[in-house]
């Protein structure tokens, strides 16, 4: 069929984009997206040329959850149309596993049912040279777009093995990224702790603290984490808790842990837990009404 079909490696696409544009390794908890959906669109955009403007059939976003719940930047481009969001792990180092054999099941699938005429990789990986000949072999063109460079993060075999090479350059990624100066879960971990109210007594861990001491020390907690959390970022909570109720990992660490240190190292029960989150939620929202209204 003619159209074609998008397949980004994020963690090639992160560590390869910041190097071409900041000039240096960033770790990638350091560089967020100004907008995925603007991302996104730029990025079809791009692939558009290299596929002779064929119609997409998907864009296809393969990336490691950074724990039990999405990421922020993961629950947003999962929402967007045309995208496919598949996830591998992050081992005890921080390397995303099982990304490349997605890829490659993806490609080949595609190809084999003549779902794609054509193939647009923003990978660098040698590992889907063998993926790419395959895709070749059922008529697919296979293309490369590097982050940068290719001479130095696209694997020379797998150059030779795609049909063409093109780049995003630095440029493209600057106007996408945003280095932050420090992460996000730094900036809110730096958020003052309250204190304890007057006259409260540190509760064991075993002990039960009332609804409303939970409720006042998260209160006063997210308050000060709000005050930390950039515009673009708030803008993509809102949108988060617009369709679903869990606390992306980034915030919800944090958040529990402060809201513990407040209560001289409580240890919540699940329903203390999803009262203190479901605060949070309310808040992020109540935030964003009233910067509205203002």
């Known amino acids: 069929m003619d159209r074609y079909a998008i397949f980004v490696d994020a963690g ?3 560590a390869a984009g ?19 959906a603007a991302m996104l669109a730029d990025l079809c955009g791009k692939a558009s040329l290299v596929a002779d403007r064929l119609p997409l059939l998907r864009t296809y976003w393969y990336d490691a959850m950074p724990g039990p719940r999405l990421s922020l930047e993961q629950s947003a481009l999962a929402m967007l ?15 995303q596993k099982g ?3 997605q890829i490659v099941t993806d490609l080949i699938d595609l190809a084999r049912n003549r779902a794609i005429a054509d193939a647009v990789l923003v990978t660098g990986d040698e590992d889907l040279r063998i993926a790419v000949q ?11 777009l590097a ?6 993060n696209v694997s020379s075999t797998l150059q030779m093995e795609a049909d063409s090479v093109a780049v995003l350059d630095a440029d493209w990624f600057a106007a996408h990224f945003e280095l932050l100066p420090a992460t996000a879960q730094a900036s809110i971990a730096a958020a003052p702790v309250p204190a304890a109210p007057a006259g409260q007594v540190a509760t064991p861990a075993t002990g039960t603290p009332a609804a409303d001491e939970i409720g006042t020390a998260a209160t006063v907690v997210i308050e000060a984490m709000l005050k930390t959390i950039a515009p673009e970022q708030l803008e993509q909570l809102v949108q988060h808790f617009s369709t679903q109720q869990t606390v992306p990992p980034e915030y919800d ?6 809201v513990s240190v407040a209560l ?8 203390e837990m999803r009262h203190i989150r479901g605060l949070f939620v309310r808040a992020v929202k109540d935030h964003s009404s009233a910067a509205e209204t203002t």
């Open 81 to 95: 149309t045309g995208i496919k969001l598949r996830l591998g792990v992050l081992n005890s180092v921080g390397e």
């Open 147 to 152: 982050a940068g460079d290719p001479s130095k």
């Open 99 to 101: 990304v490349d054999s």
């Open 18 to 36: 910041a190097q071409a544009t900041f000039g240096n390794q960033t770790p990638r908890k350091q560089i967020a997206l100004k907008s995925p």
């Open 253 to 258: 660490r944090p958040l529990v842990a402060k």
């Open 264 to 271: 001289s190292g409580r240890r919540f029960i699940g329903a």
């Open 12 to 14: 090639y696409f992160f």
């Open 134 to 144: 395959v895709a070749q072999s059922y008529g697919v063109r296979v293309h490369i």
